[in-house]
Nanobody, 127 residues
Framework: EVQLVESGGGLVQAGGSLRLSCTLS????????VGWFRRAPGKEREGISCISHPDGTTYYTEAVKGRATLSTDQTKHTVFLQMDSLNPEDTATYYC????????????????????WGKGTPVTVSS
């Protein structure tokens, strides 16, 4: 059974940083794409970043570009989203999603392309 588990969310002051983690289990494919999405209170879900393996393609939406960095651990079963210079507009529940054999596009991350979703981790940025 494929499972995605996010962690690392929490309460942080504006200007601070968080590192979100997405752990993939049950994946039999060594080729995958992982997207990060967020939903702020009262707003629609927004795709913010994507990383695919083994090609290493990454994508960041304009709202987080320059403040977000994607990486993986050596096992390639955990994806990290480092978020710096956080501001109150980043307050949202953050979700990771994955699909085997998925190559990230460099202009958008497609939520309807993802097969598996985590339950989310909340991030609150205080001013």
């Amino acid at each position: 059974e494929v499972q995605l588990v996010e962690s690392g969310g929490g309460l942080v002051q504006a200007g601070g940083s968080l590192r979100l983690s997405c752990t993939l289990s049950g994946f039999t494919s060594e080729s995958w794409g992982v997207g990060w999405f967020r939903r702020a209170p009262g707003k629609e879900r927004e795709g913010i970043s994507c990383i695919s393996h083994p090609d290493g393609t990454t994508y960041y939406t304009e709202a987080v570009k320059g403040r977000a960095t994607l990486s993986t651990d050596q096992t390639k079963h955990t994806v990290f989203l480092q978020m710096d210079s956080l501001n109150p507009e980043d307050t949202a529940t953050y979700y990771c999603a994955a699909r085997p054999f998925y190559l990230c596009a460099q202009y958008r991350v497609f939520s309807d392309a993802m097969d598996y979703w985590g339950k989310g981790t909340p991030v609150t940025v205080s001013s």
